[in-house]
């Protein structure tokens, strides 16, 4: 497999968010990352002579072809074998400018160093011995952790809190391993090399702290992203208003027009120590001519294709209201009246979801049920599903065990051992494949 052919490669990515922010980071490992820097900033090359091998932080400026003026840039390098990766490893740390990460990527590029692929620079430290899958897998969990406790659990593990005990228990199962197989290379001498009482009960004291590890990692669900709610509606229908409502602060543009959102606008909110991604889009238009229009109304249908739920939205002032009630599509949605400070209390039906931005009227019941909607949603997958399973494997293995302990079938028994061996050696990095650390490593995104 190519991945794991070109690990000596230099590799570079931005390991930061993409898209605007104050600042960006632009990750390289590998031999040539130190000759990669000097050559973007020529001014560093004599003061680096003899001196790369102890961790630095520098200012610098990045010069690049085509740009007149150079980029102010922080450069952050550290020599292997002391690095995340175990390579010589250098971060340059610039201004959010998507055109300028851009531009210093394709410089890099150009001089040699590999677009990083999904994952591989913590493959790499996986490789030089610095994290064994545990901690790989729980890196990923901490990326994606969207609330308080899943984040607590994805920071116990990359601390150690299933590593270590992998590491204690296998050295466990070589020793039993090691006393099983003695009995059988000397079963014509009149040795005994551990009693029969002695090994089922270090058998299952490994069998209980296995199962103990896998229940830990069965309550590690892990979204991939934020739950994601979209608001659609007919064009001045108060979607804007109640995303700023919702949001508590004036995210989106609003405008007595219609009109006014012709792009859809994301913004995250924490509600009960859940993330939920709002998204605010253009009003529906089904009959569109204008290009810039057209353009909004396919924005709007992108939008909907991500959605988990759909905040279906018509004002109060409609004339069907109240017996025309908002219907979702496929998607799971709710229905919501807007603008309800707009039509006398006395006029206003006992309907669900009626709401105003203007007096506040509705808001935070709909943000109770948003809450709802995502602790009502099926669990998501797993951050370490490689990690649970090869855990169960060791379990069945050492079951096995145990039933042979009381059987007078020591090549069994020897055998079983080596199987939970090898499903234990492979999560502390002693067993693996090129096939297995490409499955695991494909999950994490480009840049880590």
């Keep these: 497999m190519a991945r794991l052919l070109d690990l000596q490669d230099t590799i570079a990515a931005l390991s930061s968010p993409p898209g605007r922010s104050a600042r960006a980071i632009v990750r390289v490992s590998g031999p040539q990352a130190f000759a990669l820097l000097c050559q973007t900033c020529p001014e560093l090359a004599p ?84 994290i064994d899958l545990p901690r790989a897998e729980a890196i990923l969990g901490v990326i994606e952790a969207n609330d308080p406790e899943t984040l607590q659990s994805a920071l116990a593990q990359l601390a150690g809190g299933v590593g270590r005990p992998l590491h204690d228990l296998r050295n466990t199962l070589l020793d039993l391993l090691a006393q099983v197989e003695a009995g059988l290379d000397f079963a014509e001498e009149d040795l005994t090399f551990i009693d029969r009482s002695e090994l089922v009960r270090r058998l299952a004291e490994a069998r209980n702290a296995l199962a103990e590890l896998a229940s830990r990692l069965e309550v590690r669900n892990i979204p991939g992203r934020p739950f994601r709610v979209v608001l659609v509606g007919p064009p001045n229908a108060g979607k804007s208003s109640l995303f700023n409502a919702l949001l508590g602060s004036p995210a989106a543009l609003v405008s007595p027009e219609a009109g006014a ?47 988990d739920l759909v905040i279906d939205c018509l004002p109060c002032t409609d004339p069907a209201f109240p017996a025309n009630t908002p219907t979702p599509g496929q998607t799971p949605g709710l229905s919501v009246w807007t603008k309800a400070d707009l039509v006398p209390e006395t006029a206003s039906p006992r309907v669900a979801h009626l709401t105003s931005a203007t007096t506040g009227q509705g808001i935070e019941e709909l943000r109770q049920a948003l809450v709802q909607q995502v602790r009502n949603k099926p669990a998501p997958r797993s951050a370490t599903p490689h990690c649970r399973q090869q855990l169960l494997t060791a379990l069945t293995h050492l079951d096995a065990c145990l039933a042979l302990a009381d059987a007078d079938t020591p090549e069994l028994l020897a055998l079983e051992l080596r199987l939970a061996l090898e499903a234990v050696g492979e999560l502390v990095g002693e067993v693996h494949t090129d096939d297995l650390l490409d499955r695991i490593f494909s999950q994490f995104c480009i840049g880590k």
């Design 47 to 130: 003061s680096l002579a003899g001196q790369a091998r102890f961790p630095r932080c520098v200012d610098a400026q990045v010069w690049l072809p085509r740009w007149s003026s150079p980029i102010p840039v922080m450069a952050l390098l550290a020599a292997a074998p002391r690095t995340y990766t175990g390579q010589d490893l250098v971060e340059f740390h610039l201004p959010g400018s998507p055109p300028l990460v851009e531009a210093l990527l394709n410089r890099l590029f150009e001089l040699g160093a590999r677009q990083a692929r999904a994952g591989e620079f913590t493959l790499r430290a996986f490789m030089a011995g610095k």
């Design 261 to 307: 959102t012709r792009d859809w606008i994301a913004q995250r909110i924490c509600l009960q120590g859940v993330e939920i991604e709002l998204i605010d889009t253009a009003g529906v238009n089904l009959t569109a001519s204008d290009p810039l229009e057209r353009q909004a109304q396919q924005r709007r249908a992108d939008a909907l294709a991500l959605a």
